[in-house]
């Protein structure tokens, strides 16, 4: 089952680079986990999943020593602090980071761990009161604040679209993000890449990958429902 759903979702990121002239090997799937057992993540690893997403810090340090070495583990939730020391050096990459708090934390903990930590900063393009993440012109600022740690390096940005019914309704919001990662990449800061625009769900991940996307979330798609 979980087969046959990643090769679909496989299948429609292909077209959608098709379409929109670009080539799929610049897009990563993350197959996104959260609250899926074990035996179900070893299903989507045997049919050559090697990104995993996970939303809570204590769910992904619990599934990952039961899970082969070369499983990339992403953090794609809400992040409190008191939990950055458990995930550094744990996910390849924070998408979530939302606060320059939270960043000044990560930063404190890698340099405690002699760690590298490499970050995505979430973005609040549509405004939605419900969600964390930066305001589109709070980004810079954090941007040219962050530069500055040594153990911390953002790679790119993050969003989390709104709940649609019609996946069209958030093309906007990609391009905007899209954008606006270009605009911050084109400055050639230091310590500051914008390679990795992590953004489309299951819902509306094609959209997302015809405005630019690299890197896709997707857990129904692959998993079912929740
Ligand atoms: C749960 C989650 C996803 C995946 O959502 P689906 O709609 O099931 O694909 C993607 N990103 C984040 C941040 C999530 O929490």
Redesign the pocket.
Known sequence: MIKTQLEEVRERIEAACLKAGRSSSEVTLIA?S?TKPISMLKEAYDCGARDF?E?KVQELISKKPELPEDIRWHM??HLQRNKVSQVIGKAVLI??VDSLRLAQQIETEAARKGLEADILLEVNVAREKSKYGFMMEEVEEAIMLIKNFSHVHIKGLMT?APFVENPEENREIFKKLFDFAVDIGSKNIDNVTMDVLSMG???DYEVAIEEGATMV?????IFGA?
Do not use: A, L, Q
């Not at 979330?217 to 798609?221: A, F, I, L, N």
């Open positions: 996104v959260k997403g939303n794609i939730g998408h979530s989390i769900m299951t819902g979330r997707v857990g129904t798609g929740r």
